[in-house]
């Protein structure tokens, strides 16, 4: 096995483990997660606006 796969595998297992032993906080983190990809979407879309429009 090379080093990539049991990386890949160990970060999977620390996932699960994670999930089951802290579900509330592995929401938080999700919920987090999607909050910043949800904020950078609406500044590159008010970026793009200014740029078309001024």
Do not use: H
Request: proline share 2%; aromatic share 14%.
């Amino acid at each position: 096995m090379n080093l990539k796969k049991v990386l890949t595998y160990v970060a999977v297992a620390f996932v699960i483990f994670y999930l089951f032993t802290q579900p509330a906080n592995a929401a938080a983190a999700v919920r987090n997660l999607f909050g910043g990809i949800t904020t950078g979407a609406e500044r590159l879309s008010a970026f793009f606006t200014s740029l078309v429009s001024g």
